[in-house]
Nanobody, 115 residues
């Protein structure tokens, strides 16, 4: 199973980015997927998650600004990030949870927000 993120970059505060995570080697339609991020010196934290049924949850810090979605036909998950803040600067990772003890991760994509 491989997960490949894309869409990161350097943007000014207030702008938007859209991250994508393409999965190969497994269907995603029935599994929980999520976006995590890790800033320098910080622990990796959950940003947003989406179930196979489409239910979502978000970290309080991104509610109202970020939207997680998935296209099962394309085996792809997205994270639309609006009104970006410098505090959003981190490496963003996508996650596919097959079971509580079976998780797959992408290599990460850097998001840098300048003030």
């Amino acid at each position: 199973v491989q997960l490949v993120e894309s869409g990161g970059g350097l943007v000014q505060a207030g702008r938007s980015l859209r991250l994508s995570c393409v999965v190969s080697g497994s269907t995603i339609s029935i599994y929980v997927m999520g976006w995590y991020r890790q800033a320098p010196g910080e622990q990796r934290e959950l940003v947003a998650a989406i179930t196979g049924g489409g239910s979502t949850n978000y970290a309080d810090s991104v509610k109202g600004r970020f939207t997680i979605s998935r296209d099962n036909a394309k085996n792809t998950m997205y994270l639309q990030m609006n009104s970006l803040k410098p505090d959003d600067t981190a490496v963003y990772y996508c996650n596919l949870r097959i079971a509580s003890f079976i998780n797959y991760w992408g290599q990460g994509t850097q998001v840098t927000v300048s003030s």
